[in-house]
């Protein structure tokens, strides 16, 4: 935010003594005129000044003119135009001690003239002087606004950290959600080898289920051809008739050796037969064994399945939450971006406005300090005027029209400007005016 400072510095200064009769010359500040000429023939000399206001901060205007006129027995044009008249200033002198009493008498209506403008001038600038508005309001509210302005930084970096730890939450879930998948397929991986492993083993279970009926029904036929053998012979030792009688040794008894043959057989077989329900007794303990593990196995994978699909299904809900506290955290966001991006929109206008009308204001001060300075000009010509002529009336040193003539009142106006920025004077320009009336 910037403004313009600007600063009006006046000085007049005269050479010499100010002219007051014989004097063509004409002083116009902004919408005043003033001026002296004299006129031969029993008008005398005249000065006349006309002032022009208007102020637009009050809305009215105001006007005044007067003049004075003195009898003198000279023209102007001579005056103005030839040098002849210098060489009859004596006789000028005489004329005027000759109209004293006239002079006098108006250069008293000029004086009393003078006082009555200077009372007008001082109730007119008392009542519709240069006003000041009081701008405190405005910084009130300007300070109200920035402290708002600061909370809604605030609330915004507050509402950013919620929506980064928001996202980074949802970065941790997401790394979870998929070691949590990984384990899952790998445990999947896992529950099918092992049913595979499962089939296999059910395979050889039924394969040793069957070598072991087999085993049954040979040693069943083994043992039934076993005994139709033995009845054979039994039947042919039954059947034979020969007996035949020989010294010699006393034989052994084919029953017993039978009776013994068919024991080790027996023997053998039951010995067989326990070996081989042993070994596969075992081997389907073991197998029992491996598929009871196995099932346990499955059983505690399955579990485990199940507890990581509630795992992934709490992560996927606690996920989608958090999508839409962050979508709504971002609409939130953008809501107040756009609410105080309005209002700072709003007091950016308030602000321009109040250095427009704050830039106005001072091109009104320094155009009725304009103004006042040419009244003071004009007040202090005026004057300048009115000593001279008292100086003529009481006869001081010798008055030289041509001098009057050379000499003139100047008017020095100097104006500064300069542009502030934040405190600091970024450009300073000076410009100066001289008047010579």
């Known amino acids: 935010m910037s403004f313009s400072r600007s600063s009006v510095y006046s000085s007049s200064h005269r050479s010499g003594v100010a002219p007051g009769i014989g004097s063509s010359r004409r002083f116009a500040p902004l919408s005043s005129a003033a001026s002296v000429y004299a006129g031969a023939g029993g008008s005398g000399s005249r000065i006349s000044v006309t002032r022009t206001t208007s102020l637009t901060s009050s809305g009215g205007g105001y006007g005044a003119g007067y003049g004075a006129g003195y009898g003198a027995g000279f023209g102007s044009n001579t005056l103005l135009t030839g040098s002849g008249m210098v060489a009859n200033e004596k006789e000028t002198m005489q004329d005027l001690n000759d109209r004293l009493a006239t002079y006098l008498e108006k250069v008293r209506s000029l004086e009393q003239e003078n006082r009555r403008l200077e009372v007008q001038i001082r109730e007119f600038m008392a009542k519709k002087g240069p006003s000041t508005q009081d701008w405190g309001h405005y910084w009130d509210v300007i300070e109200d606004l920035r402290d708002k302005i600061f909370e809604a930084t ?21 790394v979870k959600y998929e070691a949590e998948l990984a384990i899952r397929l790998s445990v999947e991986n896992d529950i099918t080898g092992l049913r595979k492993v499962i089939d296999d ?29 033995v009845k054979s012979l039994q039947a042919q030792v039954s059947d034979s008739a020969l007996t035949v009688e020989v010294d010699a040794p006393k034989s052994q008894d084919l029953g017993k050796i039978m009776a013994e043959i068919r024991a080790q057989y027996d023997a053998l077989a039951q010995k067989n037969l326990e070996d081989l329900e042993k070994q596969w007794g075992k081997q389907i303990t073991e197998s ?18 199940v507890d990581l699909r509630r795992s992934v299904q709490t992560l996927e809900i606690d996920l989608e939450s958090l999508r839409n506290q962050k979508a ?4 939130n966001l953008l809501e107040v971006e756009s609410r105080y991006g309005m209002q700072m929109e709003h007091l950016n206008g308030l602000i321009l406005r109040a250095e427009a009308e704050l830039v106005q204001v001072r091109n ?16 202090s010509k005026l004057e300048a005027e009115i000593t001279t002529y008292r100086q003529l009336l009481e006869g001081g040193e010798e008055f030289s029209l041509q001098d009057a003539l050379e000499k003139e009142t100047t008017s020095t106006t100097q104006k500064t400007t300069q542009k502030v920025v934040d405190g600091k004077v970024v450009t300073e320009t000076k410009e100066v005016k001289v008047r010579a009336y």
């Open 154 to 174: 605030v609330e915004n970096a507050r509402i950013v950290l919620q929506i980064d730890n928001a996202r980074l939450a949802a970065d941790d879930f997401r």
């Open 201 to 229: 083993t059910n395979m050889a279970r039924m394969q040793l289920e069957g070598e072991i009926e087999s085993l049954k029904e040979e040693l069943i036929f083994m043992k039934k051809n076993h005994e139709e053998e």
């Open 288 to 305: 029992t064994i491996e598929i009871t593990q196995s099932s346990k196995d499955v059983d505690t994978a399955r579990s485990t399945v």
């Open 328 to 331: 709504s955290l971002e609409g």
């Open 364 to 379: 009104e001060l320094q155009r009725q300090a304009e103004e006042y300075q040419a009244l003071l000009n004009v007040k």
